[in-house]
């Protein structure tokens, strides 16, 4: 049997040439990473698609969307080349039938020593095989790609296809994450269980599993994520016990919760923590509008 491969695989692209979708439809539900790896720590991890026999690590790259559609800084340029030539593979997006200005930007950034796969997306808008050729045409002409894949990512054609391509140009290595690494859980529902987690770990005994942790406010703002939560105690003896003397307790429980959450959403968190005793029906509606039930 030929060995396990693996590899980081950047994405790039203009907006709105199906990034997102196609990443969705290859790696469905969005996933968090509980634990990090050296390996990845200049990129954010979007996605994880592991067969048997390959492990695709799909990455984005910083600066890469702000330095192509602002102004020249040559500076920027070459950290953005550098950034994506840590990744093993590069796949560039584009639309089939309309190459943009920006797609040739996109083109100028892209390294030269690492394979290239150009992936032709919404290919069921083309209704002419001949446009599509004259396309394929143009945008090969426009740069060297190793390899080229058109996909319908909104309907998931030819997605076999594409995973097989790069595969073939993915270095042989043990998968860079098991599964006990990433979590499907969002982010807003991972924030909620590590704040839950560090009550327990730092309270011990004295604190009852009725203990529920509410996330009020999430909000994502570039590279941070601003959250603010609540710890829901049944009663008003519990609540001492977690805030502790001057409010050490809670501090600890807050502090350790963030770094875990910086780690895991690899962003700056600011995280505001209260506790307060559970009132009724009016926490009980907020429980579920945390969860996304209500
Ligand atoms: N017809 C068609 N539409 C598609 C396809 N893939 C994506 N789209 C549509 O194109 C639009 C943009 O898709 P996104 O996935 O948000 O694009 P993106 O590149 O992630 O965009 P940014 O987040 O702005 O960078 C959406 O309306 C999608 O539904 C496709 O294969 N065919």
């Known amino acids: 049997m030929s060995e396990f491969k693996c590899g980081l695989i950047a994405i790039v692209g203009r907006p709105n040439v199906g990034k997102s979708t196609l990443l969705n439809r290859i790696v469905g539900q969005k996933v968090s990473i509980t634990s990090r790896k050296a390996q990845?720590?200049?990129?954010?991890?979007?996605?994880?698609?592991?067969?048997?026999?390959?492990?695709?690590?799909?990455?984005?790259?910083?600066?890469?969307?702000?330095?192509?559609?602002?102004t020249m800084n040559r500076a920027m340029n070459k950290r953005v080349r550098e950034t994506l030539s840590d990744t093993d593979v590069v796949m560039l997006l584009v639309e089939a039938g309309r190459l943009k200005n920006e797609d040739r930007q996109v083109m100028e950034?892209?390294?030269?020593?690492?394979?290239?796969?150009?992936?032709?997306?919404?290919?069921?808008?083309?209704?002419?095989?001949?446009?599509?050729?004259?396309?394929?045409?143009?945008?090969?002409?426009?740069?060297?790609?190793?390899?080229?894949?058109?996909?319908?990512?909104?309907?998931?054609n030819n997605l076999d296809e594409l995973l097989k391509t790069l595969q073939t140009h993915l270095p042989e290595n043990a998968p860079l994450f098991d599964a006990d690494d990433v979590t499907d859980q969002t982010e807003r529902q991972l924030a909620a269980e590590l704040i839950r987690e560090k009550v327990f770990r730092l309270c011990g005994e004295e604190i009852p599993y009725g203990v529920a942790v509410a996330i009020d406010k999430f909000e994502e703002e570039g590279n941070l994520r601003r959250i603010f939560a609540t710890i829901l105690v049944d009663r008003d003896s519990h609540k001492p016990i977690i805030i502790g003397k001057g409010g050490e307790k809670l501090k600890a429980i807050s502090t350790q919760a963030r770094l875990d959450m910086e780690r895991a959403f690899d962003s700056k968190v600011y995280l505001e923590v209260w506790v307060k005793v559970k009132g009724g029906w009016a926490d009980d509606v907020r429980m579920l509008r945390s969860l996304g039930l209500d």
């Open 40 to 70: 990845t720590t200049r990129h954010r991890v979007m996605g994880i698609h592991t067969t048997d026999e390959a492990q695709f690590v799909f990455v984005d790259t910083p600066g890469f969307q702000t330095r192509y559609t602002g």
């Open 109 to 156: 950034l892209l390294p030269k020593d690492r394979p290239l796969i150009l992936v032709v997306n919404k290919i069921d808008q083309v209704k002419d095989r001949a446009e599509l050729m004259a396309y394929l045409q143009e945008v090969t002409a426009a740069h060297a790609f190793t390899e080229i894949v058109p996909v319908s990512a909104k309907q998931g």
